[in-house]
């Protein structure tokens, strides 16, 4: 990567994107309940969020599932969509409408093109910042998020529906919160390629992509911030505040593009790789169940209907990294499956 025109620390809470537009938030501040309290019920009188997990390959079971309950007849117009990771891709397909499905399709065919990349260990040993090249998968955010998209995404903003992208600023170690139609709606200059870098950064799996410098400016300097994948910080965008305001009923659906039940297995050989292998997921999997179990008590509190769907145990894991196009596309038809036949549960197992 080029050198960095890195922010100081102290500089960190004054850097802005772009003049004096609000398009973002700490994820982590609860402050920003003030903007997505306003939203406004739907037509049926109900406020529906969706969520959209990280998960990688995974993410075929989410687009499915979306395709599936398109099928089944009864999937609502979102009034806030968010989207981490490989939910990020999705997200503003899921927030522009069903009838967008056939681009669903095509995030799910950019997940089995990730098959053929090829893993460069060598040259990470020797300083680059990433094992794999993410060539594909900005290719696939311009597929799937081109100018058309972008004006139904403002049109959606402009009647108080939201979409937010969650990345983690590296150097800040705080989540980001990217109000997509903010800058759907906005004059800021080349936005389409902003929203293309964002969803970038929130796919960029520290080690495994390369993390995307965004250009900044704090107190008269220009710099660059630097971001990566949002579950570092969050497997499920967390809305920091809340789900106050808005009025009307409110439901909570989370399509969580993982397991969140343990998975036993033996580790044969205590290497130091293997040991990391199995432990680096135990990791994020327990992280995903305390951000989901977090979602479902602060939607008991506010009396919000909670509905999650996840991959379950018992389904076949991948044999590898990328899995296989085979795999992934038994994973799309499972999730087609629950989602047309309306599985969900009501809470973390």
């Known amino acids: 990567m080029p050198p960095r025109k890195a922010l100081a620390p102290e500089l960190v809470a004054s850097s802005i994107i772009t003049g004096s537009q609000v398009i973002r938030y700490w994820g982590d501040d609860p402050e920003f309940v003030t903007t997505h309290s306003r939203i406004k019920p739907g037509d049926d009188g109900i406020v529906d969020y969706l969520t959209l997990s990280g998960g990688g390959i995974?993410?075929?079971?989410?687009?499915?599932?979306?395709?599936?309950?398109?099928?089944?007849?009864?999937?609502?117009?979102?009034?806030?969509?968010t989207g981490i990771s490989v939910g990020a891709m999705m997200a503003p397909l899921a927030f522009i409408g069903s009838r967008h499905d056939g681009r669903l399709q095509a995030a799910f065919s950019s997940l089995t093109q990730q098959t053929n990349m090829r893993v460069d260990f060598l040259s990470a040993l020797f300083g680059a910042p990433s094992v794999l090249k993410n060539t594909v998968i900005l290719d696939a955010?311009?597929?799937?998020?081109?100018?058309?998209?972008?004006?139904?995404?403002?049109?959606g903003h402009r009647q108080g529906r939201r979409l937010y992208v969650?990345?983690?600023?590296?150097?800040?170690?705080?989540?980001?919160?990217?109000?997509?139609?903010?800058?759907?709606?906005?004059n800021i200059p080349n936005k389409l390629d902003l929203v293309h870098r964002i969803i970038l950064a929130s796919t960029a799996v520290p080690g495994v992509f390369p993390p995307v410098l965004l250009e900044a400016e704090a107190q008269g300097q220009r710099i660059d911030e630097l971001h990566v994948d949002g579950g570092v910080t969050q497997q499920v965008l967390l809305m920091p505040g809340g789900y106050k305001g808005g009025g009307g009923t409110k439901k909570l659906y989370v399509l969580f593009n993982g397991v969140v039940d343990p998975t036993p297995a033996t580790v044969t050989r205590l290497a130091s790789l293997d040991l990391l292998e199995r432990a680096v997921p135990t990791l994020l999997k327990y992280l995903g169940r305390a951000n989901l179990e977090q979602l479902a008590n602060t939607a008991a509190r506010n009396n919000i209907a909670f509905r999650l769907s996840a991959i379950p145990a018992s389904f076949p894991q991948s044999q590898g990294l990328l899995g296989d196009e085979a795999w992934l596309g038994q994973l799309f038809d499972f999730g087609f499956a629950n989602g047309k036949a309306g599985i969900w549960q009501n809470t973390p197992r």
């Open 58 to 81: 995974n993410g075929a079971y989410g687009a499915g599932f979306l395709v599936g309950w398109t099928a089944r007849g009864d999937r609502p117009e979102f009034e806030v969509v």
């Open 166 to 186: 969650g990345t983690t600023n590296l150097d800040a170690q705080r989540p980001v919160v990217w109000d997509i139609g903010a800058i759907a709606v906005s």
């Open 141 to 155: 955010i311009r597929q799937l998020v081109d100018e058309r998209v972008l004006d139904e995404v403002a049109a």
